[in-house]
């Protein structure tokens, strides 16, 4: 594992997405399977239930909570889940940069274009494909991770995004 400093992730998403085991892969441990009980504010990232996703009275409590703890946002979702729960137009209502991750890329009942095009209605910037497991798509989503945090922009300069329809402010 790179000794880079990383970007704090906040990863959300449903009950076995792979949130905890895409942790340990980040991290480099090894894959311990046990059931998140509560939020888990690792170093780099912060992992929590899948109930806080999956609970309407927490999701967005949770996301709003815990965006103010990280430098952006990763909703995860398994290849192999066979329906979605996920809203469009999540980062409307986010402080922070909104990533997708899409986990068990090489599941038996992999799904990849139908979860990544759920991440993308979703508002998604950018969607990572890995396989925490075996490792792969792990390097390339270390290396966004550990890109600099960009300088925040002015007032000014989010007006002048927002006034033409961008969705980078």
């Not at 888990?40 to 309407?56: F, L, S, V």
């Not at 703890?69 to 996920?86: M, Q």
């Amino acid at each position: 594992m790179a000794n880079k400093p990383m970007r704090k992730i906040y990863l959300c998403g449903r009950s076995e997405a792979g949130k905890t085991t895409l942790k340990q892969a980040l991290k480099g441990a090894d894959t311990s399977y046990q059931k998140t009980q509560y939020v888990d504010t690792w170093d780099i990232a912060i992992d929590t239930p899948g109930e806080y996703y999956e609970t309407k009275s927490l999701t967005m409590k949770a996301l709003y909570c815990y965006s103010f703890e990280c430098d952006l946002e990763g909703l995860v979702c398994g290849a192999d889940e066979p329906f979605t729960i996920l809203v469009p137009g999540l980062p409307t209502c986010l402080n922070r940069p909104l990533i997708g991750i899409i986990t068990k890329i090489h599941a038996p009942n992999a799904n990849v274009p139908m979860v990544r095009q759920w991440l993308t209605e979703a508002g998604c910037s950018r969607i990572f494909e890995v396989d925490s497991i075996t490792g792969e798509g792990i390097a390339e989503l270390r290396a966004f991770l550990e890109q600099p945090i960009p300088e925040p922009m002015t007032i000014g300069e989010a007006i002048a995004l927002q006034s033409r329809g961008l969705p980078e402010w």
